[in-house]
Nanobody, 121 residues
Framework: QVQLVESGGGLVQPGGSLRLSCAIS????????MGWYRQAPGMQRELVAG???????NYADSVKGRFTISRDDAKKSVSLQMNSVIPEDTAVYYC???????????????WGQGTQVTVSS
């Protein structure tokens, strides 16, 4: 079964750094756009950062200059480096991957299980 497995997250002080990682387990045809989303309590899930197959990245205005998304296609993984975190970054972070399955290349969307990030002193 193909799934996304997230790692990282936890408690970090304001101004600190944290790195989230996400890897695809199982066999796939290819990875397309990958991204990180977050959802704070009582809020809708929002895009934090995305990265295309060609390596073009886009970021939410609230994280520009602080977060960096990267991908490693050989490892079927995507990471989010979070620097200069602030309390408003507190949320459950979800990894998302647009993939194509093997064989006919049917597209599919995978979501990670979510990992809690808490920014607090």
């Amino acid at each position: 079964q193909v799934q996304l497995v997230e790692s990282g997250g936890g408690l970090v002080q304001p101004g600190g750094s944290l790195r989230l990682s996400c890897a695809i387990s199982g066999i796939i045809g290819s990875m397309d756009t990958m991204g990180w989303y977050r959802q704070a309590p009582g809020m809708q899930r929002e895009l934090v950062a995305g990265i295309t197959k060609g390596g073009n990245a886009n970021y939410a205005d609230s994280v520009k200059g602080r977060f960096t998304i990267s991908r490693d296609d050989a490892k079927k993984s995507v990471s989010l480096q979070m620097n200069s975190v602030i309390p408003e970054d507190t949320a459950v972070y979800y990894c998302k991957a647009d993939i194509r399955r093997t064989g006919l290349g049917v597209p599919a969307v995978l979501w990670g299980q979510g990992t809690q990030v808490t920014v607090s002193s």
